[in-house]
């Protein structure tokens, strides 16, 4: 944010003062170019300035560039401080001001940051697991989980073909790795794959698997939930069209079709629709509107209970009226979604899913094994090892590490940036590092993120899990939800066609248990220059080569 795009206050300045309140806990809403280091500096030198040890502030960020920046702009500001340098905005002013109170608390405390910066601890989030995890090993002898793999999948495939090798044991693992391989067809390649993939999100899963209550009766209870929301939300989104023009043409297709599951009306009341067991019906009804692919028919035959016109009057009507009623749908696209979603549920066959899940709880956990195994005797991790050892070091939030509560003494502000990306697991770090925090005690959380620009699913960052911090919390805090607006990097023009075009693209709310992001308006801080706008220039297919 430089003083050039500050010659007037932003829209948003009350929301970014509110969010320097060091006795309070926020979660930030923060948009590309909205100015989120400022603010995370600004904070961090204000925690600074009431801190006892530098140490007491733990900032986390997800790349070792944006730790490197964070640690230059906070340091840079404290050099400009002691050096008297003149500062030409109101924002600068407000950060030198702070800056002169660190110089100050730092005199008092005999910090000494400007000759050991180290103090500052702006760490990567995996750099922070690794701290965790080598203090734990050095406290208890123990050995370390190894060099880290960036690129593990050849160990994720050794494992998943060693726990098929225990296909022939006459035990319960025998049986599932049995039953899993039948369910597969035969084809131990595919399931291999399928294990392979699902190694790398195990610090999602292995715990859960491995907690005492967890059982057969709880996955069978995830399904039905899964699927009495899917239904539930298609139920609501079918208000908007007309519901018994659909019954009809449903039962007409379902009488005129023989495959179908059964001449049974689709189910609309309150409480009918929302039972897994009316699944069939309700995707019987998703396939006549929809193709196998997931997009509205543009036309219906007698493979969706649909005769041709030629078969009569009849026939030849209701024609007419679903392609009338396929047409009104082309305005719906957040019902062709979730149409769609609804079309793809598994079809929750207890008997049969039951033991395929219950095989698959039986094999995880050994599958995980196997690849510790491997990885030891590679010497070897992968980020996932990581940071499950990590977790371990901080131990359960009820049983914490002697670690854990050295920590906990130490740790007094946690402060996280691009939160968007962050994992199941390392949601489960920050809850062990703030076990011992109760909301007005002093501790602070400052999470800021944009869910509109995550783009770490390959490490399994799950952008609802930003939605939902937002909503309820981490742990013992709940922080308070907080958007900035403002845009101090892009031209008006190009502010406005992205909020135009953006507004159409992404849905129109946030929803939390499909990581679905609404988009966020933002305002343009630099001034407008006439005649600039944003133009989209193409190449054909015969100027490949130019492109």
Not at 449 to 461: E, H, L, N, T, V
Request: aromatic share 6%; glycine share 4%.
């Amino acid at each position: 944010m430089s003083s050039a795009d500050l010659t007037s206050a932003p829209t948003d300045l009350h929301v970014r003062r509110e969010a320097l309140d060091t006795s309070r806990s926020f979660a930030v809403s923060a948009p590309a170019g909205s100015g989120k280091t400022s603010l995370l500096v600004q904070r961090i030198l204000r925690l600074l300035a009431i801190s006892e040890r530098p140490e007491e502030i733990l900032a986390i960020t997800f790349t070792r560039k944006a730790a490197a920046e964070m640690r230059h702009r906070i340091l840079e500001a404290l050099q400009q401080a002691a050096a008297n340098i003149p500062v030409q905005s109101e924002h600068l002013a407000s950060l030198r001001e702070d800056a002169r109170r660190v110089l100050q608390r730092d005199s008092e405390k005999g910090w000494n940051l400007l000759q050991n910066p180290e103090r500052l601890r702006l760490q990567t989030i995996d750099g922070f697991c690794s701290y965790l995890t080598q203090r734990f090993c050095l406290e208890n002898g123990s050995n370390h989980p190894g060099q880290l793999v960036e690129r593990p999948a050849e160990h994720y495939r050794r494992a998943a073909e060693q726990l098929l090798t225990h296909i022939s044991r006459e035990d319960a693992l025998g049986h599932a790795v049995r039953h899993l391989v039948r369910h597969f067809e035969g084809n131990q390649d595919s399931l291999a794959s399928l294990l392979a993939d699902m190694l790398e999100s195990r610090a999602s899963w292995l715990d859960l698997l491995l907690h005492p209550e967890f059982g057969e009766d709880q996955l069978i209870e995830n399904f039905r939930l899964l699927i009495n929301a899917e239904l539930t939300s298609l139920r609501q989104k079918l208000v908007h069209i007309d519901m018994a023009e659909l019954r009809t043409l449903f039962d007409y297709a379902q009488y005129h079709h023989p495959n179908q599951p059964g001449a049974e009306s689709i189910q609309f009341s309150d409480k009918a629709y929302c039972f897994h067991r009316y699944l069939p019906i309700w995707q019987a009804m998703a396939n006549m509107l929809l193709t196998g692919a997931g997009s509205l028919r543009k036309r219906v035959d007698k493979r969706v209970g649909f005769p041709p016109k030629s078969s009569g009057a009849e026939a030849a009507q209701m024609q007419e009226r679903i392609k009338d009623f396929l047409d009104s749908l082309e305005d719906q696209p957040d019902l062709v979604q979730q149409l769609k979603r609804v079309q793809s549920l598994p079809n929750l066959n207890e008997q049969t899913e039951a033991k395929t899940l219950s095989a698959l709880a039986i094999c995880l956990p050994v599958l995980a094994a196997e690849l510790k195994l491997i990885f030891a005797a590679s010497g070897e991790a992968d980020f996932a090892s990581i940071s499950i050892s990590a977790l371990e070091a901080l131990g359960e939030p009820e049983n914490p590490t002697r670690l854990n509560l050295r920590l906990d003494y130490r740790i007094k502000h946690i402060l996280v940036d691009e939160f968007q990306d962050t994992s199941s697991l390392q949601i489960s770090l920050l809850e062990r590092l703030m076990a011992g925090w109760e909301p007005g005690d002093g501790r602070t959380l400052f999470l800021v993120g944009d869910a509109m620009q995550s783009i770490y699913g390959f490490r399994k960052a799950n952008v609802s899990l930003f939605i939902r911090a937002r909503e309820v919390g981490i742990g013992p805090i709940r922080p308070e939800a907080l958007d900035l607006q403002t845009n101090f990097r892009s031209a008006p023009a190009i502010v406005d066609w992205v909020n135009q075009s953006f507004d159409q693209i992404l849905p129109r709310s946030d929803d939390r248990t499909r990581g679905q992001v609404a988009y966020r308006n933002s305002y343009a801080q630099k001034p407008l220059t006439p005649g600039a706008e944003v133009k989209i220039s193409g190449f054909s297919e015969a100027a490949a080569e130019a492109e």
